[in-house]
């Protein structure tokens, strides 16, 4: 669930499934792969039974979306002004000369700088960055209620994600576009998501506020993740924990909890039973038989 | 205090430094005939020493030249001018059979462990290929020490038969550090090392590189953009602007006390997996990016994106690197007034 005007991360390794999840909501899992079961709510409407008319309203108006590496979605021989119109007209939701009116204060809105010139360049005349914040200027012209950012500055230097993260900040704030921001980095999602949602083998192992995920995370997933990174801000110099194993095979997933063959704190049921994903605290829900709350408050963990 | 006084403290080992890089430049000619002249100045002048037992971390963001320069310091790009004294020898002079056996003593984990191993070749023959090349061990003296080393780096010696493909990242990774083992060298260039792994897979490569370093007395030189794993690695760390070090310190002063307004910024743009903390963090942002190095700026490389900058000084003098601090070396004008 995704409420109007939050920030929402989802975090999680490469094959987890969380851009699979992304573009799911979107409809746009490419074949052969599709939805087997369950529903997406938009405003109260099931996505997953939209006609193609409803489909190419809601996406881009309704919801939008960019992508990790900006080269690929960009049209290298038409200007990014040009592309930015197209995105408006394509919607039917601005005539041509409003469009063409709104192109140079979108590409203000994300911060570059000359507007009025740069729009007239190809994509191969912006830097990394600039592309990326272009991208996010197609996303949001038609003034979506959701931008689904999946891994927008894992191409990026980390001061260009600085400037990145900042802008998809002040965008919520001041436009109210809900953002979801699909990454595998713990800390970008400390820095601008106020829910977050681990995923793990396809599946969500937690869910939270992101301060009760940092503080208390009770999926040991979660709770390894974080002790598993090095922090710039460390004093000490500590071993850092780690994670044995690999994640699943997704089409042959281990019985029980996904997670079990790689936890440290597993108990026989793990192996059995696949715990549902429940409420363990305020807001905060995790897949886990163990918990990590009881956890390192008991027994020795295993290995 | 002054810099003898910080020597005192460190352990003997420290004091030698065991490569030396000297003025060292790598220039890229591009284009010939009308634009002939004309060159990507990857790097541009650089001089530091990496400490026999050390790790130096060397950081930049992507294009500043730090992966030309750990190449040229393993020899596998010639510089167009400096030199790379690996103790007393100057690398850049040898050639040949001479170099080629100096190669023994340093030795290079790649970024890419999909891109860096031959995928028709069986992992056993991987590992042993320097083995072999050296002349060092053949037949079954040889498999025993692919055996060995393959145990050290945490890779079932059961798999010697198979290729590359039916590993994962962090396992082909392992492969890859255990043939820059197999010679026994002294001083490893691993750049970046870890970047293209998972974040569960990283930290296990981190700490089988740490232990590698206290087992086998190794000196590396990491390169890597992530400062954070840098931090926990490195006993110093130099970082690098644009074809430039900006700024060279002990690990913990670097992070605790930045002279140079880039490593500051660099610094401050990195998030901390906290979001109490990353409330009340305002990172400094930087303008733009990082300009072209075919034409880098005058003056101070880093000018055009200072925030402290002061015309026209910083735009027309190149500020040197020089020692602010002990032990503490940073390339600004007004070092420490961010």
Known sequence: ?303 | MSAQDSHVKQSPAYEMALVRVEDVVKHFPIGTGLFGGQAVRAVDGVSFEVRSGETLGLVGESGCGKSTLGRVIAQLQPATAGHVFFRDTDLVRLHGEKLRRMRQQMQMIFQDPYASLNPRMTVGDIIGEPLQNFGIARGKERERRINEVMRTCGLNPNFIRRYPHEFSGGQRQRIGIARALVLNPTFIVADEPISALDVSIQAQIVNLLEDLQDRFKLTYLFIAHDLSVVRHLSDRVAVMYLGKIVEIADSKEIYLNPLHPYTKALLSSIPIPDPDLEAQREPILLKGEIPSPVNPPTGCRFHTRCPIAQFPKCSEEEPPLEEKAAGHRAACHFAGQL
């Not at chain 1, 959701?146 to 001061?159: G, N, S």
């Not at chain 1, 949602?197 to 301060?211: D, F, K, L």
């Open chain 1, 1 to 303: 669930m995704v409420n109007k005007g939050e920030t929402l991360g989802i975090v999680g390794e490469s094959g987890c499934g969380k851009s699979v999840t992304a573009l799911s909501v979107l409809r746009l899992i490419p074949e052969p792969g599709r939805i087997v079961s369950g529903h997406i709510w938009f405003k109260d409407r099931d996505v997953a039974s939209y006609s193609r008319e409803e489909l190419r309203e809601y996406r881009g108006n309704d919801v939008s979306m960019i992508f990790q590496d900006p080269m690929t979605s960009l049209n290298p021989v038409l200007r990014v002004g040009f592309q930015i119109k197209e995105a408006m007209v394509a919607h039917e939701r601005f005539d041509n000369k409003t469009a063409d009116e709104r192109v140079v204060p979108m590409l203000q809105k994300v911060r570059i700088s000359d507007p009025k010139e740069r729009a007239k360049n190809y994509p191969h005349q912006f830097s990394g960055g600039m592309r990326q914040r272009a991208m996010i200027a197609m996303g949001l012209s038609n003034e979506p209620d959701l931008l689904i950012a999946d891994e927008p500055t894992t191409a990026l230097d980390v001061t260009v994600q600085a400037q990145i993260i900042e802008l998809l900040r002040d965008l919520n704030r001041d436009m109210g576009t809900a953002v979801v921001l699909i990454t595998h980095n713990l800390a970008v999602v400390a820095s601008l998501c106020t829910r977050v949602i681990v995923m793990y083998a396809g599946r969500i192992v937690e869910s939270g506020p992101t301060r009760q995920i940092f503080n208390s995370p009770q999926h040991p997933y979660t709770w390894s993740l974080l002790q598993s990174i090095p922090r710039i801000d460390s004093t000490q110099h500590d071993k850092l924990l780690t994670i044995a194993g690999l994640p699943p095979d997704l089409s042959n997933p281990p019985p029980g909890c996904l997670f079990h063959p790689r936890c440290r704190f597993r108990v026989d049921r793990c192996s059995k039973e696949e715990p549902p994903l429940e409420e363990v605290g305020p807001e905060q829900a995790a897949r886990c038989w163990v918990l990590m709350k009881n956890a390192l408050a008991g027994a020795e963990p295993v290995r």
